[in-house]
């Protein structure tokens, strides 16, 4: 039925409004869609009507490449779950990449810290192509954190800021039982690296590398064993897709 007081041609012509428009602005409307949200943009893509289906054809693919999943080629002593999306430390000492990003522009992701140990450290960032070099923010201390790797994967440097760029929040304790988000935010034009924990405003830059993937370490604390650790250690995308903030 028609709303009291509209036409009801107006009213058909508003329906149609959508289909009527050239298919490369249907196009470019969905990729808009795309950098805000993968899962509207599939459904978009995917579950509406044959004649937008085939405008919008090329956007599944498009998705699929904002898709995040951590690497298995790419990690080392990490259990990888939930599609892929679920990282959890199974080693002392681990580290995990995932795909490659953009390389201009600006890329973001966020991660939650599922569950810590009382004294977990957990590192989140960037690494390069290779897993040789990584730029991160170790969450329990609030360091940044540069390291350096052989094609072990063996710690070969380290380097870490003198000044914090957070107050410390721990990644375990009371404060992590609580979802403990993190926002990554890479510039790839400025070649730097910012976070927002909890939705804060976004920390000071890190200056990082290039052909970077979203990159987490979850390791034990300094002296203890793996089996020591009462609590596994996980941490997940949350929402399996890369964005442009």
Not at 70 to 81: E, G, N, V
Not at 108 to 116: G, N, S
Not at 168 to 180: Q, T, W
Not at 187 to 210: C, K, M, N, Q, Y
Request: hydrophobic share 40%.
């Amino acid at each position: 039925p028609c709303t009291p007081g509209f036409p009801a041609m107006a009213q058909a012509e508003e329906h149609t409004s959508l289909l009527s428009l050239p298919e490369e602005i249907l196009l470019r409307t969905a990729r808009l869609c795309l950098s805000a949200s993968l899962p509207a943009a599939v459904r978009l893509a995917t579950q509406t009507c044959h004649t937008l289906r085939r405008a919008l054809q090329p956007l599944p693919a498009e998705a699929e490449r904002r898709r995040l999943r951590w690497q298995p080629y790419l990690t080392l002593r990490h259990a990888i779950s939930s599609d892929g999306r679920l990282l959890t430390k199974t080693h002392a000492s681990a580290c995990a990449a995932g795909p490659l990003l953009p390389t201009a522009g600006r890329s973001a992701w966020r991660l939650q810290v599922v569950e810590a140990d009382d004294e977990a450290e957990i590192v989140v960032g960037v690494c390069d192509a290779a897993v040789r070099s990584e730029w991160g923010l170790n969450l329990r201390s609030g360091h940044p954190v540069i390291l350096g790797r052989n094609h072990k994967g063996q710690i070969v440097s380290a380097g870490r800021s003198s000044a914090p760029m957070m107050q410390s929040v721990g990644a375990g304790g009371s404060r992590a039982r609580k979802p403990l988000v993190v926002e990554v935010i890479v510039d790839h034009d400025a070649s730097t690296l910012t976070f927002s924990i909890d939705g804060a405003p976004p920390l000071r830059p890190l200056a990082v590398g290039a052909a970077l993937r979203p990159y987490a370490s979850l390791t034990a604390a300094a002296g203890r064993q793996y089996w020591q650790s009462q609590q596994p250690d996980r941490v997940s995308f949350c929402d399996g897709y890369l964005y442009a903030p």
